[in-house]
């Protein structure tokens, strides 16, 4: 009798589990199941951290802030976003030291219609804490010249105006991964510049990366998960002027079931957040 309650109370607990929804897990390279407290541990270790994200998507910023906010107590900080762009530095500085107020931060620089929800509250935190915060990203304009006439578009930019990207000529390799793949899901369309305009967004995140990292501090940047999936694109700059670095990614996937990682979504990443596809969106 005492091993049928037994068999009855694992099969209802069972079933309590198959019936209990989640909004996400994380896994690790391997597709195994990890949890939080494993991933901060790992983190911890690191120089950089490239945090890939789906932009609207809540449980990944959720998630920025408290890894942010874990790993800052046992490590000195450094931030940084794809959200702010290089010539927007000077306002984000400003309200950072206090000498602007929020609105005078929205009036200065170009924010994403998704700040206030998603980014506001990194920012807020390395006021809080005094952190750098660095805005990563070549301005869109520039990003839109190289998609629509190559590199050599940036050559007869103003010597000031090329402060905020990385320097030229910037290093390029068409084979890499995640540009070969963006060639092919646009199918064709956007010319071999396309993925140029990819690149020069990475190399300059990359480059303000090393420009504002320190020895000894972690460094964590926020970015969309193209930008760091498959160890591609910011890690790769990073890695080939600085060899040495140990450079830690997550990245954001979707999925209709999210109790198994699928094969596709396997090694885009050390830590993947597995998110249900049907989780509410920011916008």
């Known amino acids: 009798m005492k091993r049928i309650f037994t068999i009855v109370l694992l099969f209802l607990s069972a079933m309590l589990t198959a019936q209990e929804k989640q909004p996400y897990k994380l896994y690790n390279a391997k597709g195994k199941k990890s949890d939080f407290g494993k991933m901060i541990k790992a983190l911890r270790s690191a120089d950089i951290v490239l945090f890939g994200e789906y932009h609207n998507n809540a449980i990944a910023h959720w998630l920025q802030l408290e890894v942010t906010r874990t790993l800052g107590e046992s490590r000195e900080l450094v931030l940084g976003a794809e959200m702010f762009e290089q010539d927007n530095q000077e306002a984000l500085d400003l309200y950072l030291q206090g000498k602007i107020s929020a609105k005078g931060l929205d009036s200065m620089a ?35 010249m190289v998609a629509k006439g190559g590199f050599q578009a940036l050559d007869t930019l103003p010597a000031k105006d090329k402060s905020w990207m990385a320097p030229l000529p910037v290093a390029y390799d068409a084979s890499l991964p995640g540009y070969t793949k963006m060639i092919e899901m646009m199918g064709g369309h956007g010319g071999e510049n396309l993925p140029k305009a990819q690149a020069i967004k990475d190399a300059t995140m990359a480059h303000f990366i090393l420009q504002h990292y320190r020895p000894g501090k972690l460094f964590i940047h926020y970015n969309g998960s193209y930008h760091s ?30 109790g198994k990682l699928l094969a596709e979504n396997k090694g885009k990443a050390d830590f993947i957040i597995c998110v249900d596809e049907n989780m509410t969106n920011t916008y």
Do not use: C, H
């Open 110 to 144: 170009r924010l994403w219609k998704n700040y206030p929800t998603d980014y506001a509250p990194l920012v807020n935190y390395a006021k809080e804490k005094k952190l750098v915060f660095a805005a990563t990203n070549v301005p869109r304009r520039y990003a839109s």
């Open 229 to 258: 999936d498959n160890y591609d694109g910011i890690n790769w700059y990073l890695k080939k002027q600085n060899p040495g670095l140990k450079i830690m990614t997550i990245t954001t996937v979707s999925q209709q079931e999210i």
